[in-house]
């Protein structure tokens, strides 16, 4: 778009679609993760792996303060 010498919001809409999409799919994949294989880790002895995991995506994410 910017190649192509688009209108300057244009982009930033575009942008922020992009974005909330990324957003979207993440949420989809972590809430797949949590309900396949996190219960598969906790089953098996992973618990400690399991809590790991969920906290580091929340600490890049910046959800709940966590840093």
Same mark, same amino acid.
């Given at each position: 778009?910017?190649?192509?010498?688009?209108?300057?919001?244009?982009?930033?809409?575009?942008?922020?679609?992009?974005?909330?999409?990324? $957003? &979207?799919?993440?949420? @989809?994949?972590?809430?797949?993760?949590?309900?396949?294989?996190?219960?598969?880790?906790?089953?098996?002895?992973?618990?400690?792996?399991?809590?790991?995991?969920? $906290? &580091?995506?929340?600490? @890049?994410?910046?959800?709940?303060?966590?840093?």
């Amino acid at each position: 778009m910017i190649e192509n010498e688009k209108y300057c919001i244009d982009v930033i809409n575009q942008s922020q679609a992009v974005r909330e999409a990324l $957003l &979207s799919l993440e949420g @989809v994949i972590l809430e797949h993760h949590l309900q396949t294989c996190v219960v598969k880790q906790m089953k098996g002895g992973g618990r400690s792996k399991a809590i790991k995991e969920i $906290l &580091s995506v929340y600490k @890049v994410s910046g959800k709940n303060g966590i840093r």
